[in-house]
Every structure is written in C-alpha cells, then in structure tokens.
C-alpha cells in the first residue's frame, strides 16, 4: 500500500493507509470552499484508487474546527461573470458535477464527516456518500437563494426526496440544518459527537495490513477485507457509541405550518398562505405562528427569480428518475443564471464582496416577477452540455 505524499499545505490531504483512502480538505481559512483545483485533485484520488486492492473504502473530511466544507468558489464565479467568461463557469461546474455523481456512484464505500458548516458545494462532497455522518457542531444548508441562485451539486435531488414539503421549505428559505434535522431531512445518516470522530478515524483502518510486498488480492477474496468490511467496522462503532438523533428535528415539529404554506403553487401563494397562519391559524402554537411570520419576512427578502426557479426546479427533481437527470437540470439552470441573470451578480456583491447585505434583485419583488420565469429557466439548453464534453 502506497502511503499518500501529499504536502500539509496542499488544498487537499491524499493518503492511504490500514486500507482507507482518506480525502482531507485543506483550507481551513476559507472553511474548506472549493476551488476547481480541488475537484481535481479530489477526481484524480478517487480515479486511482477505484481499482486498488489495497483501498476499500473513501473517508472524506474537513481541516479544521469550523467545518467541512462552506461551498463553492463563488468569488471566482462572480469575476467570470462579470469578466464575461461563461465558458471557465461551465467547465467549473462540469468538474464539479462529474465529481458528485461519481462520489454517489464509486464502487467502494464513501464516508463523508459533515462536521461542522457544510454547504452549497459541501453538500454535493457529502451528501451523495454512501455513509454521511454529522455532529452536534454540524450545520447544513443550501443557501443559494440567498445569493440569488438556485440550489445545485445535486441539492434538488436531496430536498426533492425530504419529507413531505421540507424540500421546498428549506431550497427556497435557505434554512440551515442541525444534526437532528439533517437526518430527518434525508441530508445525513448518524449523528456522532464530534469527541469521538477520532476513534470513527481509527475505527475505519486496518489493524494489520498487508505487508508490503506480498501478492495482492481482490477484494473479497479470502484474507482480503472488502469495503462492506469497512462499513461494518463503521456499524459496530456507531453501536457501541453514545451517539445518535438526540431530541426532536425541529423540521419535524414545524411540519404543520411547512406542509401547509409550502404546498402552495407559486412563491406568491407560499406567502400568502406563511402570512394568514401567522395571523389567523387557531391550531398553530405561538411558537409555529411565529416562525411561519419569519419565514414570510425571509421570502420577502430574496431574490423572486431565484425563489420560483428553485421551487420549479425542487418539484421537478421529484420526478427525475436519477442524480445525473438532477444534475443536468440544474446545470442548466445554473448556466441560465451565470448567463442572463443579473441577480446572481447581485447577489454575490451584497453578500460576500462588499458585504453591506442590501441587493437589489432584478424584479424586486415577488409581486413583479414574471408568470413564466422559471418556465424560461427550465428550458434553456446551456451551449456545452453537462455529460458527453470532458470536464476541465
């Protein structure tokens, strides 16, 4: 088995040892945003290792103590944008997509530690692994309305498949998740404290690898572990920690008023609907009328277009039949927006660049908003497709 080389202060952390291949993120600075340097590297590891006999199974994870991963490199976005280069935005999300379907489809188990913030491109790194495990420090969302965008890396074939409208609700409002939601949600599997990822690290390995030297076997062969072998160390850890879904996910006692408003068929009628349970519900809690009160003022806020292309596009993942179709929707989407939309521009300006919170979307209100927005969205035909042109 061939030990990884790589230096500490490469963007991303490739070793091998005890029979795991483990993938670290290294850019705690930055919470670990991606960078198509990143993708690749991430790639070419998976690439190599996909028929290694001494690897058999993936641990992706996170430097640092604030999380695994904050999302794309959307500083970049914005200066191809607005530098008029769809092309470098189009090969960034290729690479970046071609990775999370590869992640959900590696042969050999893939296990993510979503500890900490993990978002935007963080989901797509750790929510199509097959093992996804999140602590009580853990904080997961797709806020790409925020910036007006529209979730992608595979976001609207996870919220899709969330319990009832849960989906919605947290694709249009950006909410963020906690442990306990992130399970309920579909995001995650097993919640672990984060004081014992260490003892889940060594649990993973091989206590007596093979010697260097001696013939190697396939997988599954006698002697040989198989990476089902290093998903049931990983089970026999997570019964005998003290770990689990601790309480009730929040998500699941605000299903009431989310079902309700968020059933809706259009943003307009989702506040509508947020706006008369805050007011005049007589089964709601305070508690729940409140919350359906904010989350109003929250729409209320974001970018229109963004909001209805993602509600569009949520409910139409429901009936893809794959991660790939999701994938190649939402590239087209994304591709729509870096190419005719302002807000996006807009978006990324108020938020991370000069920070000062106060976008001016393009309409500004909801009420605007054209009747066949997100019908032009879901459309367009990006000039590149996603599958069959060569990533970056």
């Known amino acids: 088995m061939t030990e990884g080389a ?9 070793r091998a040892a005890g029979g795991l291949g483990r993938l670290t993120l290294n850019r705690p600075r ?15 590891a998976l690439d190599a290792w996909e028929n290694d ?14 999380g695994f991963c904050a999302g794309g490199d959307v500083r970049t976005l914005h200066e191809q944008i607005v530098g008029g ?3 470098a935005t189009g090969g960034f999300f290729r690479s970046e997509y071609a990775l999370n379907a590869r992640i959900a489809e590696y042969p050999k188990p893939v296990i993510a530690l979503a500890d900490g913030i993990t978002m935007g491109g963080g989901i797509g790194l750790a929510g199509h692994a097959r093992v996804r495990v999140v602590t009580e420090r853990s904080k997961l969302a797709m806020p790409e309305t925020r910036i007006g965008f529209t979730p992608d890396v595979g976001g609207t074939w996870l919220l899709s498949r969330a319990p009832g409208r849960v989906g919605e609700y947290l694709g249009l409002t950006g909410a963020t998740m906690g442990a306990a939601d992130a399970v309920y949600a579909g995001f995650a599997d097993v919640i672990v404290p984060s004081e014992r990822l260490g003892e889940l690290r060594e649990a993973l390995v091989l206590r007596q690898a093979r010697q260097p030297g001696a013939a190697a076997q396939r997988p599954g062969d006698a002697g040989e572990p198989s990476g089902d072998d290093v998903v049931e160390r990983l089970e026999r850890f997570l019964s005998q920690s003290k770990g689990g879904v601790v309480g009730r996910s929040s998500l699941e006692a605000s299903r009431e008023w989310i079902d309700d408003a968020f059933s809706a068929d259009t943003v307009a009628e989702i506040v509508e609907r947020l706006r008369a349970l805050a007011t005049s519900s007589r089964t709601l809690s305070e508690r729940g009328r409140d919350e359906a009160r904010a989350t109003a003022d929250t729409l209320a806020e974001l970018s229109p277009t963004a909001l209805a292309v993602t509600l569009a596009a949520v409910r139409r993942a429901r009936e893809l039949p794959s991660l790939r179709d999701a994938l190649a929707q939402e590239y087209g ?23 000062d919170r106060d976008p001016h979307w393009q309409p500004a209100t909801i009420a605007e908003l054209r009747p066949d927005a997100a019908a032009s969205a879901l459309a367009y035909q990006p000039t590149i497709p996603l599958w069959g042109a060569p990533p970056v």
């Open 6 to 14: 790589a230096s500490v202060d490469s963007p991303v952390l490739v």
């Open 30 to 44: 930055a919470i670990n945003a991606l960078d198509l340097g990143m993708i690749r590297e991430l790639t070419a």
């Open 53 to 66: 006999p001494d690897v058999q199974a993936v641990l992706l994870d996170g430097e640092g103590e604030r």
């Open 85 to 87: 280069d769809p092309e």
């Open 333 to 355: 989407l994304v591709m729509w927006f870096a190419t005719t939309q302002p807000d996006l521009v807009e978006g990324i300006r108020a938020q991370l660049i000069d920070k």
